[in-house]
């Protein structure tokens, strides 16, 4: 009886969330990677992949990222390991986040207006998907990554690893 009620408060709550428009608090319990993190709403558990973007470790999870890559993806996190908990270090457990839901994925703002996905982005440890569409935050993730470019940070910054960039989104299209 537990389960079903906490299943339908879960719906009723995303439900309202996608209707209302407006974001929703969710309390941080846990950051499982960059991308996938688990909150908490009253009683209700639920985790969140970051919105329009592929993350490192997603690629490397990726049954279709080569042997070469994935090696390339572990040996950049062996020489940045800080990268590699980058979320954990940023977010706060136990916090009330703001959260969007969209296409299954989660909208979390983690600084002020700057959404997650911005940050991974800017940081250079996530893509911008090639098919990603959202006309509200196309732009700002797009923009975020050129920034991370053009100041060579994370991925683009390690030259072994273009190779793999460049394999993905022909992959994507």
């Not at 996938?36 to 990726?62: M, P």
Request: proline letters at 2%.
């Amino acid at each position: 009886m537990y389960k079903i009620i906490s299943v339908f408060f879960l719906q009723h709550f995303i439900l309202l969330s996608c209707i209302a428009a407006e974001p929703a608090l969710g309390m941080l319990r846990a950051v499982q990677s960059n991308a996938f993190q688990k909150f908490s709403f009253g009683n209700t558990h639920f985790g969140c992949n970051a919105y329009g973007i592929v993350s490192l470790e997603e690629l490397y999870h990726d049954a279709n990222t080569s042997d070469v890559c994935k090696s390339k993806i572990q040996r950049f996190y062996l020489k940045n390991p800080h990268l590699q908990y980058f979320s954990a270090t940023l977010l706060d457990l136990k916090q009330l986040y703001h959260l969007e839901f969209r296409e299954r994925k989660c909208i979390m703002y983690a600084q002020g207006q700057m959404t997650l996905s911005e940050l991974l982005l800017k940081n250079g440890l996530a893509l911008v998907k090639p098919v990603f569409q959202d006309k509200e935050f196309r732009y700002l993730y797009k923009k975020a990554q050129k920034n991370a470019q053009v100041n060579e940070k994370g991925i683009w910054g390690d030259e072994t690893l273009s190779e793999c960039i460049l394999i993905f989104r022909e992959e994507e299209k």
